[in-house]
């Protein structure tokens, strides 16, 4: 592992983001490196400055008072989160839904943003020297057997090479401390990871695309199946690749 390499992991180490075989290889490199261990060190004070300093600062009465006074009228009829609390002080059942809605809405969306936070730094984990794939195969009947036993549903493997998608083989991932399988495509010199878990849920998501440290994601859900596209590739190419990948295994299953 290489310096630079390196430092792309040390948050994740610090975050405890890696799984063991990551974390071991980039602890061996810090442990080889006084560069690296200097930054690492550097990065863990920090953190514990921030931990231990109190950051938090409490706006007077005062300046509240003004804010709310200088809003238009019309504003100040929105429902706020004071009238929310007020809501279930007063006991009131359609008070206690509507809020029991908002923070379900809320919960739904951090919980989708850190399943993303991990899904791209899962990619960018591939990208180091040796990890993007542990069978290397263009053929989709050697990749998609090798995933039978390893996970409790194997994802779809399926040639796009005819497509402008090249498949370069498959490995095994962790999303969400769980193991998922994700399937390596290529477009010219860019990485596609394809990430497949298992759901619940059997209703179809339509794809939407989000972006994430310069990488996007494109996201959807079929057959029981959830999938996250992620490349660095332009958004309509990615919307492409989705695309073409959902008609062949429409195809496939109609077949």
């Not at 993303?116 to 040796?130: I, K, N, T, Y």
Request: proline residues 4%.
């Amino acid at each position: 592992m290489t310096c630079d390499e390196a430092r792309i992991l040390l948050h994740a180490l610090l975050d405890n983001e890696l799984d063991a075989g990551h974390a071991r290889e980039v602890e061996a490199h810090i442990a080889g490196c006084p560069a690296c261990a200097a930054e690492f060190a550097a990065q863990r004070e920090m953190r514990r400055v921030l931990a231990d300093t109190n950051l938090r600062y409490v706006a007077p009465a005062s300046l509240r008072s003004r804010i709310e006074a200088s809003l238009p009228g019309s504003q100040s009829q929105q429902p706020t989160r004071r009238s929310v609390l007020r809501g279930f002080a007063m006991g009131s059942a359609v008070s206690a839904l509507a809020a029991s809605g908002v923070v379900a809405v809320v919960l739904r969306q951090d919980d989708q943003q850190r399943i993303l936070s991990e899904v791209v730094s899962a990619h960018l984990r591939s990208l180091q020297a040796g990890h993007l794939t542990d069978v290397v195969s263009t053929d989709q009947h050697t990749v998609k057997p090798w995933f039978n036993g390893k996970l409790d549903v194997a994802p779809p493997v399926i040639d796009l090479t005819a497509q402008g998608f090249t498949l370069v083989g498959g490995r095994l991932d962790y999303i969400d401390a769980r193991a998922i399988g994700a399937v390596v495509y290529k477009r010219r010199q860019h990485v596609i990871n394809l990430f497949v878990s298992q759901t619940t849920s059997t209703e179809h998501r339509p794809p939407k695309t989000q972006t994430m440290q310069g990488f996007n994601c494109r996201r959807w859900g079929e057959r029981g199946l959830n999938f996250w596209a992620v490349s660095d590739i332009g958004a309509d190419e990615l919307a492409e690749f989705v695309d073409k990948f959902e008609a062949a295994m429409k195809a496939n299953v109609e077949g």
